[in-house]
C-alpha cells in the first residue's frame, strides 16, 4: 500500500508533468545511480599532483582522477562531467578561455547535481601565498632550480571582489536556466594557514600571512553568502578543515617546498588527505 507521503509525491508529479524527471532522487531522498553530476571550479577542484591525470583533460587543467568530484562520483555511481580547471576565475565559469569553452556549458537539462569550487583566483588568493613564500626565501625561483622568477602577485581591489561575486552570482542563476532540476553545492576552499603564526611549511613574513588570512575569510563569508541568496547549499570546506592547514600535524593542505628541490606538487594546494574529506563531507551533505 503506498503511503501518504508517496501518494502526495505521486499526484504533484503528474500535476506538473515532471514524472520522466523524478528519477533523479532514490527512495531515500537522494541522487539516484547514474544521475549526471557536472563538477566545475579552479585547481582547488581539479586537484593537480593528487594521483593519476583524468585521461583526455587539457594538460593545463591538471585534473585529477581522485579529486573530490571523482572521489564522490564512484561513490554514489554518478556520471560525472568534471570540468574543473587550474587557474580558472569565474569568469571561465560562464565565458570561454582561450580554447577552453565555458565551463557551465557542461551543465544540461538532465543534470542533477553541480558542485562550484571557485573565486580563489579572483582575488590573487593562492597566488599572493605562492609568492609571498618565494619572496621570503629569497627570491627562490618556482619550481626549484631553473624554475620561473619569483612574482609578486596583485592585492584584489574591490572593483574586482565586486566582479568575483556578480559573477558567482550569475553562476548560479545559469545553472538553474539550464538545469532547473539540479541541487548546486559550492565548495569553498580549504584553509592553508593556521588562525595565527606560520611556521616551516608556510614560510610566510607576518603581514603577508595575515592578509592572506583575510582574504581566505572573506572569500569564505562571499562565497556563503552567494550559496544562500541563491539558494544553493553550501560545504564549508574551509570550517571543516580548520584543525588540518599546512602547518597542522595532519594537514590537508601541502606547505611551500623548500627552493633547493623540484616541485612534485603545488604548493598551497589540496593534499589527498583534502580531497578525501570534502568528498566523504559531499556524500553526508546529500545523505548517501
Not at 594521483?51 to 568530484?69: F, H, I, K, L, V
Not at 556549458?105 to 579572483?122: E, K, S, Y
Not at 574586482?160 to 561575486?165: D, G, K, R
Amino acid at each position: 500500500m503506498i503511503g501518504l507521503r508517496a501518494r502526495l509525491v505521486l499526484l504533484a508529479c503528474l500535476g506538473i508533468g515532471a514524472c520522466a524527471t523524478a528519477g533523479q532522487q532514490d527512495a531515500g531522498g537522494g541522487l539516484a545511480p547514474g544521475s549526471r553530476y557536472v563538477a566545475m571550479g579552479s585547481s582547488f577542484a581539479a586537484g593537480p599532483g593528487i594521483g593519476s591525470a583524468e585521461a583526455g583533460a587539457p594538460p593545463r587543467c591538471q585534473r585529477s582522477t581522485d579529486n573530490y568530484a571523482h572521489q564522490l562520483a564512484r561513490a554514489l555511481d554518478l556520471a560525472l562531467a568534471d570540468v574543473s580547471c587550474g587557474g580558472a576565475t569565474t569568469a571561465h565559469i560562464i565565458g570561454a578561455w582561450d580554447e577552453l569553452p565555458p565551463q557551465v556549458d557542461a551543465v544540461t537539462p538532465d543534470t542533477r547535481l553541480v558542485t562550484i569550487t571557485i573565486g580563489g583566483n579572483d582575488v590573487s588568493y593562492v597566488g599572493g601565498l605562492i609568492g609571498g613564500s618565494c619572496r621570503f626565501l629569497g627570491d627562490a625561483p618556482l619550481g626549484g632550480p631553473g624554475g620561473a622568477p619569483c612574482f609578486t602577485a596583485p592585492t584584489a581591489s574591490e572593483a574586482q571582489w565586486s566582479e568575483a561575486e556578480d559573477r558567482m552570482r550569475s553562476i548560479a542563476r545559469e545553472v538553474r536556466r539550464r538545469a532547473p532540476g539540479a541541487r548546486i553545492v559550492f565548495v569553498d576552499y580549504l584553509t592553508v594557514l593556521p588562525e595565527q603564526g606560520t611556521c616551516p611549511a608556510a614560510p610566510l613574513a607576518a603581514e603577508q600571512a595575515d592578509a592572506s588570512r583575510a582574504v581566505a575569510a572573506r572569500l569564505a563569508a562571499l562565497t556563503a553568502r552567494v550559496a544562500r541568496e541563491s539558494g544553493a547549499d553550501i560545504l564549508r570546506a574551509s570550517e571543516l578543515s580548520k584543525s588540518h592547514d599546512a602547518c597542522a600535524a595532519e594537514p590537508w593542505m601541502t606547505g611551500f617546498p623548500d627552493p633547493r628541490a623540484k616541485w612534485s606538487f603545488p604548493p598551497y594546494h589540496p593534499n589527498r588527505a583534502g580531497m578525501d574529506a570534502v568528498a566523504a563531507a559531499l556524500q553526508r551533505l546529500l545523505g548517501r
